[in-house]
């Protein structure tokens, strides 16, 4: 059974730090990764994508992508209250579909 | 354009009690997915569907079954409810070719507790 791991926290940052967000993943033939965050009580929005080694920024968003250690991770620049969500890394499995780790809840202290 | 919809958004039934739930992606969208979203267990793949044809499936007991029509609307039934299956019920559609992935959208979800 492929595998995507996530440290589930809580993380707790002040406001305008940086968090960052780890993931593992267990296939190596993965090559789309992806991060959503949900807020509670809502549906995943995807938030970032990444299909090569090295750094993807976009806006306070970074992801990064290590295929050799198997990592990828997010950063988020200058956290905001409203980015307190839980985050979720997704691999594309080798059948096709997305796998999931089970989240990173983050909470954003002002 | 409209987002992936997924209806209804609340059920309640009775366990051993069968219920269907519709998803209608996004336009233009032929591939549509369903995961199960639990506390516990996170998102789980259920299965996944590619113009009207299943492409994949998840480990899930045979009760869960899916469908796809040839507007690329799915539904997804599961059959004799157990307490268990008390879940959030989420559809995804995605628009990929050879070589793009642009990842999922999902749906607002359907919100499933079995009494």
């Known amino acids: 059974q492929k595998e995507v791991e996530q440290n589930s926290g809580p993380l707790s940052v002040p406001e305008g730090a940086i968090a960052s967000l780890n993931c593992t993943y267990s296939d190596r033939v993965s090559q789309s990764f992806f991060w959503y965050r949900q807020y509670s009580g809502k549906s995943p929005e995807l938030i970032m994508s990444?299909?090569?080694?090295g750094d993807k920024e976009d806006g306070r968003f970074t992801a990064q992508l290590n295929k050799a250690s198997q990592y990828v991770s997010l950063l988020i620049r200058d956290s905001q209250p409203s980015d307190s969500a839980t985050y979720l890394c997704?691999?594309?499995?080798?059948?096709?579909?997305?796998?999931f780790g089970k989240g990173t809840k983050l909470s954003v202290k002002p | 354009k409209a987002g992936v919809t997924q209806t209804p958004r609340y059920l309640i039934k009775t366990r051993g009690q069968q219920v269907t739930l519709s998803c209608s992606p996004i336009?233009?969208?032929?591939?549509v997915s369903w995961y199960q979203q639990t506390p516990g267990q996170g998102l789980q793949f259920l299965f996944e569907?590619?113009?009207?044809?299943?492409?994949n499936k998840g480990n899930f007991p045979g009760r869960f079954s899916g469908r796809q029509f040839s507007n690329s609307r799915s539904e997804m039934n599961v059959s004799t409810l157990e307490l268990g299956d008390s879940a959030l019920y989420l559809c995804a559609s995605s628009l990929r070719t050879g070589r793009d992935d642009y990842g999922y959208t999902f749906g607002s979800g359907t919100r499933l507790t079995v009494v």
């Open positions: 997704a691999v594309r499995g080798s059948q096709g579909n997305l796998i």
């Open positions: 336009s233009g969208h032929r591939s």
């Open positions: 569907y590619f113009s009207e044809t299943q492409r």
């Open positions: 990444i299909y090569s080694n």
